[in-house]
């Protein structure tokens, strides 16, 4: 079979059943009725009956409601200046220590054992896991950044993150509702009412739908022409194999025009629950509109900055901060280079580029609540609707908070235990197979020096 239709088919396979979205096994569902306090968000292709949802089939986000005085506080504890000096580790109950040591020498070995276990297979061809605990930190690497040269994995090497870009967005617009700019009950109409004409329901949906996947609006992905634009556009290398998709910053409203108009609701918003990257591509517009300045700038001023994040970058919109690792597709028995196939339809749904250090940033800062004047908001963000596990643009599983993503090419996780104040992330720079299994075999080891440390 012709290599690019192979490849073409296990991208489809890809994006419809995790490309941008979270991981960690699978999804619980969301309930049939969703309760307006408490959305729920999960990525799956497919309306969940009465069922919890997990991270893997969660690509999406389990609405959890907050009151809008959660959102909104008439005296904040402290301003979004203030707090933008503020690295996560600064935070009261979630505070990690400025200089963590390595964990003991034979737990250091057990877990880099199990990530080398795992590239000796070959799937995947290289990966990173980064274990930041209060006392202890793990930083562990294996296997290639790149096979045509063999070049060894780095610890912060740069992957795209999927559907881990779903928190950002999520942080971003709970920082407008803090702000007083918005509320998350805000019809789309007031903020995009062009665009809302254009969809069903579209003088009901709330930004709260979006957010928690409530809306019923149909997934771009799954349009029937999106994969065959793809299959159309990208060019493949017949000497090397290696795919290309040209980078370019892709106006979201013809994302819509081409692939969501016209389509039917697959429920009345509020109603049932269902994965969507659209309401992503959405919300990733009404920050635009809110902040009047591009997402990429969003992400930096209101992220990056206060952080110290020097490495993450939406891909496309943006000029690079760090070159990718290369990422591989499995097109039958071959790996298949698709590093240059860039799919930044994605944008605000799952279009952003970081590393392990970044991503500890990143949930030291989300979860600690320096992104934040209210640590109502972070109560709010982590509370799972009623039957669901998740909760504002967050999967709550077996005591981790987080998302996990996939992107051709790409898996990734980023988990908080809040338990131990400890931070998971893995990355994988393919999309044959994820790191959510990984994570149970990676924390074993390290538990019983967490506990002990309580």
């Known amino acids: 079979m012709n290599k690019k239709l192979i490849l073409t088919l296990t991208l489809i396979l890809l994006l419809l059943i995790g490309c941008s979205s979270p991981a960690q096994d699978e999804p619980q569902a969301a309930p049939t009725e969703v309760v307006t306090e408490a959305p729920v968000e999960m990525e799956d292709t497919t309306v ?12 999406a986000e389990t609405p959890a409601e907050m009151e809008e005085e959660t959102a909104v506080q008439d005296e904040p504890q402290t301003s979004q200046q203030d707090v933008a000096a503020e690295t996560p580790a600064e935070s009261d109950d979630t505070a990690a220590q400025d200089d963590p040591q390595a964990f003991p020498t034979e737990v250091v070995a057990e877990l880099q054992a199990e990530i080398d276990a795992l590239t000796a297979g070959g799937f995947p061809p290289g990966m990173i896991a980064w274990i930041d605990a ?36 999520a942080v971003v617009i709970m920082q407008l509702a803090e702000d007083g700019v918005l509320t998350l009950d805000d019809p789309l109409a007031l903020w995009l009412p062009e665009v809302a004409e254009q969809l069903p329901y579209g003088d009901q949906i709330t930004l709260r739908h979006l957010l928690t996947h409530t809306s019923g609006l149909f997934n771009v992905v799954e349009h029937e022409s999106y994969y065959a634009d793809i299959f159309m556009e990208m060019v493949v290398d017949e000497a090397t194999g290696n795919v290309t998709l040209d980078c370019v910053a892709r106006d979201p409203n013809d994302t819509l025009a081409r692939y969501v108009y016209g389509k039917e609701a697959q429920f009345e918003p509020g109603t049932q629950w269902r994965y969507s990257n659209t309401n992503y591509t959405l919300l990733g517009m009404v920050i635009e509109t809110a902040v009047q300045m591009p997402l990429a700038e969003a992400y930096r001023t209101n992220i990056y900055e206060p952080l110290g994040m020097t490495s993450t970058f939406l891909d496309c919109y943006e000029a690079p901060l760090a070159d990718v690792v290369h990422g591989y597709s499995a097109a039958g028995d071959t790996m298949t280079d698709v590093t240059e196939l860039h799919e930044s339809v994605g944008w605000s749904a799952g279009g952003l580029v970081s590393t392990a250090p970044d991503l500890i940033a990143f949930a030291r800062g989300l979860f600690g609540g320096a992104l934040f004047d209210n640590p109502e908001t972070v109560a709010a963000m982590t509370t799972p609707a009623p039957g669901s596990a998740y909760g504002l643009g967050i999967m709550l599983q ?18 908080y235990a809040p338990e131990f104040d ?3 992330v893995m990355l994988y720079n ?25």
């Open 48 to 59: 969940q009956d009465e069922t919890q949802t997990t991270q893997q089939d969660v690509a």
């Open 134 to 169: 209060p006392d202890y930190q793990f930083a562990g690497a294996s296997g290639s950044a790149n096979l045509a040269d063999g070049t060894p994995m780095s610890s912060e090497g740069a992957f795209r993150i999927g559907s881990i870009t779903k928190m950002f967005t």
């Open 398 to 415: 077996d005591g981790y908070w987080g998302h996990a993503g996939g992107i051709a090419g790409f898996r990734s996780v980023l988990n």
């Open 430 to 454: 393919t999309d044959a197979t994820g790191p959510e299994q990984l994570q149970a075999e990676i924390m074993n080891p390290v538990l019983p020096l967490l506990q002990a440390a309580q």
């Open 422 to 424: 400890t931070v998971v």
